[in-house]
């Protein structure tokens, strides 16, 4: 499958309103309801409101099967616990092993549409599309960490460490992080 990315400020702008909930609420994702109600409720206001930016996978050569996957981006700071050692903050800062904030780079969702039979998509593929768009950040206004947040579920931390994601604390979710450098290897 040949994949394209389309930005959700996009489909906003020239679809109706009508026609975009028609789009958004084909997408289901029974394994993380979370993830499908985001997109069914709240990715446009996100959008309009600039706290997230949402970009929707289709399938190039046929886009009427609707949405195969999306991700949402944004930023966030996140508080170091006392036990994340001064190595990995020192590492994560860049500068200091005393920070106690970091500013990251965070994938707030993503997510594979189940409704769509035999979709290829996979969660290397939905990374794939989203660090090209984390290097431009990077490169206009800098940045070291991309941040993932998920529910402390062994499976799940287990499939984002196999795509070298680091495990950095426990707060309400795990935090798991990457460092630029890390995912070009």
Partial sequence: MKEIIIHLADLIDILSEQELIQLLEKFACPKNKDVE???????????RTHNAKTYLIFNEENMSTGIYGYFSLSFKEIIITPDVSKTKVKSLDGFSKKAERIKTYLIGQLGKNFNIQDNPLNLTRILECIFPIFEQAQTLIGGRVILLECEDIPALVNIYQREKFVFLQKQELIQLYLLFDVKKN
Avoid at 40 to 47: G, L, M
């Fill in 37 to 47: 109600s985001f997109l069914h409720k709240k990715a446009t206001q996100f959008e």
